[in-house]
């Protein structure tokens, strides 16, 4: 077995663009273009079995990097090797090996039924018809698909599309799993069960997911380890507990109160809402001891219910982003 | 091979099963296609019946030529209709799903859709070879064999037309004006043509191998016109397979 299941090193992929800004040229002469890099330089390296999110804002180069790793595009210059193959010289061999998911494109024939279009991919995939029918049964099971396994693709919502297209992408048992905005559009208990089925299965495949989304949740619930990138550059390659431990040095603190209208005041201590019984507080720990705020609101309030939260990841990547910004001005 | 073969067949039948969902479609669109050829086959009738004969080709060959054109293009749309969709699918990307598949991208491509309207083509063909044509019943095995050559040039061809495509993204209805310009060159007499345009339909657009060639031959067996049939497929499917995947790689590679 591979022990770094995927490798990226000095990754770069440049593409020629048309320069809107450059003077109009005339009717038979050649465009005025310019180069613009996607992908710069890029390094990072997944071991087997690891959960990885690939995050950034729009633009910042992550779909480049995921159609480099899965072959659909060859890089300027640099090399990655997945499964031990370099993607875009062995693309077909490693189809194989891998599973794609892309929230917004489906991988099912929209006129043959869900049941047809697993009977294809296993002929495609190339699976023994007894081997195929029992990973099926399995990923019916798994993901809840009886109800609507013999309908039409078109048919279905797009909870059930979804559940059906990651189902269909681990049919084949592939050793890494490459998931792009896999919750996008879905309702918030469709993206709970749809992380659910999915955890259950990678852990039992010890499938390595490089995973890219908007969605912080996604990332909390599915992923272990974060690289962030911006410009096509990598800005920070951590684990999601170092990432909630060094990057923010705040908590959150939710207050049920007895009084109605509670009061609070600390240097340290941003009270981020007030309400009815209700109060919100953001507790700089770098400066205060969280115990000693406890200790004061403990003295201060009579308090029904108490609840201390880290500050949600996308605040925590938000100040990142401020800080590189911020970095890069000066 | 079993397996290869297994596949193969695997990809025609789900092609055939996504009819399942539209029989009704299937059958509407069939009819008004056999309609719509017997609506232009009218034409030759009257000119026909006008001038008598042109240069030797009489109504009965015309007949012949245009049931031939009509079941090879019926065939090719029916089966590998693929071909066709290569436009907009190097536009919007979603070739990318064929070319994350442990299989050629070709056979996934052509057989990843099939044209409902092209079964009344299929059909009329040979409705007009036994009421017009002539064509006696023992006949009909060659006229048949003609008609597959024929239509692999036909989806060659039209393969060749969209993969255009990779070298101007941009301008995806112009593989479509290069296809319905060889459906109608297909459909029509080369006979008595100027050399130039012969030229033409038997090197750039081979609608002269799709119809022309299989006509003369419906007319009487010459070995050497069977020979020039028969390396004509075999090269306008290479130059085909050649061009589509030269385009892969140049989409792999970022440039289209």
């Given at each position: 077995m591979v022990e770094e299941i995927i490798q990226v090193q000095d990754l770069t992929r440049i593409f020629r663009v048309r320069?809107?800004?450059?003077a109009k040229s005339g009717w038979f002469s050649k465009p005025a273009t310019k180069e613009l890099?996607?992908?710069?330089n890029l390094n990072f390296s997944i071991k087997t079995g690891e959960k990885v999110a690939f995050i950034g804002p729009n633009g910042a180069g992550k779909s480049t990097t995921l159609k480099m790793l899965c072959g659909l595009l060859a890089p300027s210059t640099g090399t990655a090797s997945v499964c031990g193959l370099v993607p875009w010289v062995a693309t077909q061999e490693l189809a194989a090996k891998i599973g794609l998911v892309f929230g917004q494109r489906s991988?099912?024939?929209?006129?043959?039924?869900v049941s047809d279009s697993f009977a294809l991919l296993g002929k495609i995939y190339d699976i023994d018809d007894g081997e195929a029918k029992a990973q099926t049964d399995k990923l019916i099971e798994v993901f809840g698909l009886t109800k609507f396994f013999?309908?039409?693709?078109?048919?279905?919502?797009l909870g059930q599309r979804m559940r059906c297209d990651i189902a269909a992408a681990l049919l084949h048992q592939p050793s890494v799993l490459f998931l792009d905005?896999?919750?996008?559009?879905?309702d918030v208990t469709a993206k709970a069960l749809l992380r659910d089925h999915l955890n259950r299965l990678v852990q039992e495949f010890e499938t390595t997911v490089l995973l890219t989304s908007h969605d912080t949740d996604d990332i909390e619930k599915i992923c272990d380890r974060v690289i962030l990138i911006d410009h096509g550059q990598k800005l920070l390659d951590t684990t999601l507990p170092a990432l909630h431990r060094d990057y923010t040095h705040y908590k959150t603190l939710t207050l049920a109160t007895e009084e109605a209208c509670p009061l609070f005041d600390h240097?340290?201590?941003?009270?981020e809402e007030q309400g009815d019984h209700r109060l919100v507080l953001k507790v700089d720990v770098k400066q205060v001891r969280l115990e000693s705020v406890v200790a004061q609101c403990l003295e201060c309030f009579k308090l029904h219910d108490i609840a201390i939260e880290d500050l949600p990841l996308e605040e925590i990547i938000k100040t990142i982003y401020r800080q590189m910004k911020l970095a890069r001005g000066a | 091979m079993k397996r290869q073969i297994s596949y193969l067949w695997a990809l025609m039948t789900a092609n055939m099963k996504s009819y399942n969902a539209e029989r009704k479609r299937l059958f509407v669109m069939a009819l008004f296609m056999m309609i719509q050829n017997a609506m232009f086959f009218g034409l030759w009738v009257i000119f026909f019946q006008t001038v008598g004969d042109l240069k030797g080709w009489k109504l009965v060959d015309v007949t012949r030529m245009f049931g031939l054109a009509a079941s090879a293009i019926g065939l090719s749309l029916f089966f590998f209709n693929g071909a066709r969709t290569l436009a907009y699918r190097v536009m919007d990307d979603s070739i990318d799903s064929f070319l994350t598949r442990?299989?050629?991208?070709l056979p996934m491509l052509l057989m990843s859709s099939s044209s409902p309207a092209s079964l009344g083509d299929i059909t009329f063909g040979p409705l007009l070879w036994l009421t017009l044509g002539?064509?006696?019943?023992?006949l009909f095995p060659w006229f048949v064999l003609l008609t597959l050559f024929s239509a692999l040039i036909f989806t060659a061809a039209t393969l060749m037309m969209f993969s255009i495509v990779f070298w101007l993204?941009?301008?995806?209805?112009f593989p479509e004006q290069l296809f319905e310009m060889l459906i109608i060159l297909s459909s029509n007499?080369?006979?008595?043509?100027?050399f130039g345009v012969k030229a033409l339909m038997f090197t750039i657009i081979p609608a002269g191998f799709i119809s022309y060639l299989p006509a003369q031959l419906m007319r009487g067996f010459d070995p050497l016109l069977f020979g020039i049939l028969l390396v004509a497929t075999v090269f306008y499917a290479a130059l085909a397979a050649y061009i589509f995947n030269a385009g892969l790689r140049r989409y792999v590679r970022g440039v289209v």
């Open positions: 320069d809107k800004a450059a890099t996607a992908v710069g991988h099912l024939w929209p006129n043959l039924t013999g309908q039409y693709a078109r048919t279905l919502s905005e896999p919750t996008i559009g879905l240097p340290h201590v941003v009270v | 442990p299989r050629k991208a002539e064509v006696p019943l023992s993204k941009t301008s995806s209805r007499i080369l006979h008595g043509q100027p």
